[in-house]
């Protein structure tokens, strides 16, 4: 189906957080059963794909990014697409183009693979940058322009995007404007002791993306993304998130702090995880326990910084212990 734009959802109830406690659950699980011993990057992943964001998965290769992805999106169905991001690829490859019919003489839209409910960009940075800004209108848009026409790609619609770490030959370095795109950016990492010994196992599940249980379909989502997006964030929490953001502008490791539209970001995903653990309102620990996720890759470093071994998490780190949280209102 192709999707329309979303009327505000009323706000939602605790009967309603509880529906949809439910059905995340529901989807961690079974995306759980193809990548094992990961469930908090998985729990992340679906935080954003309630909030109606896109996914970067960066790391090496082999700890699992493709099979999360593909995973989520044999658990929630619908359309689903994968493009291999190589340095030959083109624009029109994966937005689509106009090419002309000659029996009848119109000139016609193909449509490219991000008409779907779930694409995999895979291994996204060794595309070159032209290819990549391609997705910049379409992850915020959810549109598509060709020859002065949009065109809607379907709802919900969620990108996750894989890309290996830049040093690693081949690779490019994605710019700014598309790092923004991507309301978190994760790390899968290597699988514990335990785990990965399971993975080794004859006989495992895991990677067996064929296996995935479909739990839910794609309006279903949809319905709560704009349910969520209606969650209620008291102003000190939403005082709190601005606090956060203009220490990290003020701060002098950073070329660059976390924009308005980080912020944003960072809101509609501490409304998701807020109800992911039974609320219907936001409290700081949701916001701290994103922020880094959220705002750590929209952040750029300072030369000296690098040059000091400092991370972007670093800097959050100190920010969150630096700026008061708001407290409870006693009773």
């Known amino acids: 189906m192709t999707g329309m734009a979303l009327e505000p959802a009323q706000v939602p109830t605790q009967a309603d957080v509880s529906r949809f406690r439910l059905l995340h659950d529901g989807i961690v699980d079974a995306v759980g059963e193809a990548l094992q011993g990961k469930r908090s990057v998985i729990e992340q992943a679906a935080v954003a794909l309630f909030a109606g964001g896109h996914v970067l998965l960066e790391d090496v290769p082999g700890t699992g990014k493709t099979t999360l992805a593909r995973a989520f999106s044999a658990a929630i169905g619908g359309i689903s697409r994968r493009i ?10 994966v937005t689509g183009t106009s090419v002309f019919d000659p029996a009848t003489g119109q000139i016609s839209f193909r449509p490219g693979p991000v008409f779907a409910n779930v694409l ?15 997705l910049l209108e379409v992850m915020a848009e959810h ?4 020859d002065g026409v949009a065109q809607r790609v379907p709802d919900p619609f969620l990108v996750i995007a894989t890309q290996n770490p830049v040093d690693m030959d081949g690779t490019y370095r994605l710019p700014e404007a598309q790092l923004d795109r991507f309301l978190m950016r994760l790390r899968i990492g290597y699988p514990d002791l335990e785990h990965e010994v399971a993975v080794l196992r004859p006989g495992s ?14 309006d279903a989502v949809a319905e709560q993304i704009r349910l969520l997006s209606a969650l209620h964030v008291a102003d000190p929490i939403l005082n709190y998130i601005r606090a956060v953001g203009a220490a990290t502008r003020a701060d002098g490791r950073l070329r660059l702090g976390a924009s308005t539209r980080a912020l944003r970001a960072l809101v509609g995903a501490a409304q998701v995880r807020a109800a992911t653990q039974g609320r219907h309102f936001v409290i700081p620990s949701d916001v701290q326990q994103l922020a880094v996720p959220v705002l750590a890759h929209r952040l750029v470093l300072s030369r000296e910084a690098q040059l000091d071994g400092v991370t972007a998490d670093d800097v959050l780190a100190d920010v969150l212990a630096r700026v008061e949280a708001p407290q409870p209102t006693p009773a």
Do not use: M, Y
Not at 84 to 93: I, M, S, V
């Open 84 to 93: 291999q991001f190589t340095p030959d690829l083109l624009p029109a490859d």
């Open 120 to 134: 995999l960009a895979d291994e996204i940075n060794r595309a070159a940058a032209k290819t990549q800004s391609a």
């Open 143 to 146: 549109t598509v322009t060709t």
């Open 205 to 218: 599940a895991a990677g067996r993306i064929g296996d995935v249980r479909q739990v839910t379909d794609p």
